[in-house]
């Protein structure tokens, strides 16, 4: 069994598609051991994606995660990560096939309507950015 964080971005809260998005997960098998709403402060967006921090987007990136109230949940499921990065699609709604999520939600490659962890590591240090372990349901 493997987790990954998905995070419901403020475009798709604010478009009224958060439903649709864990209803999709939901369908896919993919199970939600942890959920809940925030909204980012600045700062907290900025260490969120300090990955991106030389890049010329991130200062835009991270106006637009902390705009609004973000949805964070724990998908767990085998090879969660990539079934996750499937169903999403492309970053760029553009390359995006068509039945993905960012083909059906996204506006454009920044309001691209969810992000998925790249990489166990990564999902491993996204978790925990949000949630305690305690906080993750046992399924079993
Ligand atoms: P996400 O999967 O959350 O990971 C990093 C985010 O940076 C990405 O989705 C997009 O929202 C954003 N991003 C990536 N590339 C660009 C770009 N070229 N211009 C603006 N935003 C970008």
């Known amino acids: 069994m493997e987790r990954t964080l998905s995070i419901i971005k403020p475009d798709a809260v604010s478009?009224?598609?958060?439903?649709?998005?864990i209803d999709r997960f939901e369908r896919e098998g993919?199970?939600?051991?942890?959920?809940?709403?925030?909204?980012l402060t600045k700062e907290e967006a900025k260490a969120f994606?300090?990955?991106?921090?030389?890049?010329p987007f991130f200062d835009s990136l991270t106006d637009f995660m902390s705009s609004g109230p973000v949805v964070v949940m724990v998908l767990e499921g085998e090879?969660?990560?990539?079934?996750?990065?499937?169903?999403?699609?492309?970053?760029?709604?553009?390359?995006?096939a068509p039945?993905?999520?960012?083909?059906?939600?996204?506006?454009?490659?920044?309001k691209n309507a969810v992000h998925?962890?790249?990489?166990?590591?990564?999902?491993?240090?996204e978790i925990a950015f949000f949630f305690s372990e305690q906080e993750l349901v046992r399924l079993t």
């Open 15 to 21: 478009k009224g598609v958060m439903g649709k998005i």
């Open 30 to 39: 993919l199970k939600i051991v942890a959920m809940k709403m925030v909204k």
């Open 49 to 55: 994606y300090s990955v991106h921090r030389d890049k």
């Open 79 to 96: 090879k969660a990560i990539e079934r996750n990065r499937e169903i999403m699609g492309a970053t760029n709604p553009k390359d995006a």
């Open 99 to 110: 039945g993905t999520l960012r083909h059906q939600f996204a506006t454009d490659v920044e």
């Open 116 to 125: 998925g962890s790249d990489a166990p590591e990564t999902a491993q240090r």
